[in-house]
Structures are given as structure tokens and as C-alpha cells.
């Protein structure tokens, strides 16, 4: 007699994205969800992952770490270098094991490259020469950002002209491709999809942009009050104990660091610095709003419509 062995069905695995602008409420609804789901949060934030870094990158709070277990908080060091593949790779090791006892997944975050390399994949670049690297770093801290943005112009202007050209890193990486291989950045982005074991649900969440000012403003006069002004004094004496500045380390050129640094620095006043702080927070959720109205993929909602989220995700993986 002859036994027929069935295949186990393989469930589905989801993972959950909630994306959004910077202040839009996305760690708040990612709780949210992950309770309903019984699940567990993977942050897609390029500054959150810094154990250094607390009040400035609006870390959860220890509550809100307690109410559901997170990955890639405070997980890394800003004297080690984290990339979007990186994060990718850390991320799909955390999806597996996760994915063992869970059909899904919830990943926040604003960073748009990071949930870009999770989902899709990133394209591959040539070894980029090391002392190519470290002379565009040197260059870069001795001239600043002036410099930075002129010679990519210069040498990519295929991408001064379509990439991000306020943030120095991207830009240093546009530069030491272009030097190490004589073509754009641009050249080796095919846009190819990479194959994943799990699928994606976007889910975008936005306000009103009146609604959306008042609370960054908001927020930016909280850290200054819980001590914002501090954390950046801590971190700018560590880079400096161990032989560097402010200006080598990719993860301090961020929104609210750097303005402080320049205060300190006597190059602006305090309040001036807390102004820069709101100015550039408000256009940085500019620009996280464009990456992600590019995507059709994403599913906008109000933070606060957590039944209309759980509605559509239901429809999803049903």
C-alpha cells in the first residue's frame, strides 16, 4: 500500500511597512499594530541604531521598547559604518528568525533607502579604492559641504542634478564611485527587483502639512527641553577622545546634531541653531514625502486610523 505524503502548506509571510515623515506619528502606530499583530518591530531608521544617539533621532521611548520588542535600536556605534546594504542584510537575518513563529513582521521608518534595500534590493557598485575613499573624506571635512556639492557638479553631474545634494554622504559616495570608476552612480542603478521570501504591505501615513509643522516645531522645543544641547555635547567629546571630529562620522550629519555642532562651534547662535533645527526638520520631511509618493506601492492613511490600517492589512493577507 502506498502512502501519499502531503506538502505542508507554507503560510505566507508578510512584512508590514509603516512609512512616513519624520513627526507624522509612525512609532505610535507601529506599536499599535505589532500588538493587534502579535508581532515584533524592525526600525528602518538610519539614526535610531546608534546607542549614542537618544534625544535628538526621537528614539521610542523605554515604555515603548517594553510594550513590544524591537531590533536595530541602539544597536550600533556611530564610530562603526552602516550603509542601506547593511541594514538589509542585518534586517533579512532578523525577518528569518522572526518568521519562524510568525507569519508577519512590522518594519518602521522614514529612511526611504533603507526600506528600498529590505524590500527591493540595492544595486550592485565596483570595490570602490579606499584611499579614494579617505581623501574625498579628508577633503570634505577641511572644505565642507561647499566643496562637497561643487565637485560632484563637477564630476557627476548626472547626479548633482537627480540625487540628494544636501546630504553629504550620499554625496560622498556619488564622488568616490565617479573617481574609482570613471562612470556615475547613476550607471549602475538598473532598478532591478530583488526576490524575496516574504511580500510587502505599504502603508504611508500623513497629515495635513499645517498639522504636520506644528507638531516638528513642537518636537524640536521638547528635545531642546529634555536636553538635547547635552546629548550633542556627550557625543562630540566621545568622536574627540578617540582622535576625530564631528565631520568624520557620516551619522552626526543629521538634522539637530549638526546645527548644535555649529552653535558650539561659536559659528551660530543658540536660538538660531534651535530655528535651523525646525527649518531643516521641516524640509527633510519634504523630501521623505517625495521618496515615497514616488512608490504606487504605498497605501496612505492618517496616523490615527488604526482601523482603516487594520482593515486593509487584513485584505491584504487574507
Sequence with gaps: MSLVLKRKAVKKKFSIIIAGPTAVGKTAAAISLAQWLKTEIISADSRQCFKELTIGVARPSADELQAVPHHFIASHSILQDLSAASFATFALGCLNRLFIDHTTAVIVGGTGLYIKALTEGLDEVPAINPAIRTAIIHQFEANGLEWLQSAVKEQDPLYYATGEILNPQRLMR?????????????????GKTAERPFESIKIGLELPREELVVRINNRVDLMIQDGLLEEVKEVADLVRSVGKSENSIPALQTVGYSELFAFLNGQISFQTAIEQIKTHTRQYAKRQMTWFKKDPDFKWFHPQDQQGIRSFIQQQIS
Design 174 to 190: 556619488a564622488l568616490e564611485v565617479v573617481q574609482s570608476t570613471g562612470r556615475s552612480i547613476r550607471s549602475f542603478q538598473t
